[in-house]
């Protein structure tokens, strides 16, 4: 072996490896609390391994889905709050997958920083396994990268995969009608998109992330935030009772542009603003911002994160049952004939 002369090592140009893998090790009890069925080994491995059979299927269709968190990690990383980060990045995965109609098995996480602090990793990624454990889906998996020099200092980006099953042949939307039920779940905020929109209404205000919020309790950046709601669960419970024809997750593009993902060609929907109130967060973004109604309603998600499209003869039923799953749910309108989303009232 050649022997060098500066004695320069890894950790000269940045890169500590002692640190990530005292953070493999502070993450490990979170991620064990995180086992379902099918889990098969724990964190270190080169790959991760699942049994889709063990997990209870016998013809599985595989689902997958990534994400990030975008913008509003700038938000969390200039206050330091970060604890409900990584459930925004799990949930930005998961309810997408569940609008395939899967069930979401396991997850992997990607966090990359110039310098690592275990701490402030740990708290992210605990966040992850929160998220995770809510969805009944095993965090199994995942890198941190420690890129010096990529990154500016205390920066640090994010990156979801999550992976579903389905048995063959129960994939959605399916049968969507002329007539179906358009039912809402509320939102709990703005969830993880539009935040570059935010940012700008924030600035346009004069208004600092430790400032007072206008519209809750707490800081500015406290109220901006909570959590993407997580609605994996009853969205499977309503999928498994019956009478669900399609489901979509209201992210970027808003009901303007993620309900026709989920319409067949020559439907559209029908939609009556005055069927919900708006927010507090959304009242304040449009008049802080002058923000016109069109305009928030293919932004944000305006107080509804999901909407499930039903069976008329379920709506009801269905209705009843994600109520008792803890969710606010809104009789929004339905599918008619035509293309794309048409309002009807007013956004107040």
Request: hydrophobic share 45%.
């Amino acid at each position: 072996m050649v022997e060098g002369k500066n004695g320069l090592s890894y950790a000269d140009a940045g890169v500590d490896i002692d640190a990530g893998n005292e953070l493999v090790e502070r993450i490990k009890p979170a991620a064990a609390a995180t086992r379902r069925p099918g889990t098969m080994a724990g964190l270190g491995g080169f790959g991760a391994l699942f049994d889709v059979k063990a997990a209870g299927y016998s013809d599985p269709v595989l689902v997958a889905a990534t994400d990030g968190v975008g913008t509003k990690l700038r938000i969390g990383i200039d206050t330091g709050e970060l604890d409900g980060l990584g459930i925004d990045l799990v949930a930005m995965c998961v309810n997408d997958l569940v609008c395939q109609g899967a069930e979401p098995l396991f997850f992997l996480d990607y966090f990359a920083t110039g310098k690592l602090s275990v701490d402030e990793g740990a708290r992210v990624i605990n966040g992850i396994a929160e998220g995770c454990k809510r969805s009944g889906c095993a965090l199994i998996g995942g890198e941190t990268a420690e890129m010096p020099g990529m990154y500016h200092d205390g920066d640090f980006d994010l990156a979801g995969f999550a992976v579903g099953a389905m048995e063959r042949g129960t994939e959605l939307p399916k049968g969507v009608s002329d007539g179906d039920v358009l039912l809402g779940l509320a939102s709990d905020g703005v969830h993880s998109n539009g935040f570059s929109l935010v940012r700008r209404v924030a600035e346009a205000a004069g208004l600092a992330w430790g400032d007072a919020s206008p519209f809750s309790d707490g800081t500015l950046g406290q109220g901006l935030l909570v959590p993407t709601r997580l609605y994996v669960q009853p969205a499977l419970a309503a999928i498994r009772a019956g009478g669900v024809r399609g489901l979509a997750h209201i992210t970027g593009g808003g009901l303007t542009e993620n309900l026709p993902r989920i319409l067949p060609d020559g439907l559209g929907a029908q939609i009556d603003l005055s069927a919900w109130s708006l927010p507090p967060v959304f009242k304040w973004l449009a008049q802080a911002g002058g923000i016109t109604a069109p305009e928030m309603l293919k932004t944000f998600n305006c107080g509804i994160g999901m909407v499930l499209v039903v069976d008329p003869a379920r709506a009801d039923e269905l209705s009843g049952l994600l109520g008792q799953m803890g969710e606010n749910v809104v009789a929004l309108g339905h599918v008619v004939p035509g293309a794309g989303v048409h309002y009807s009232g007013n956004l107040t």
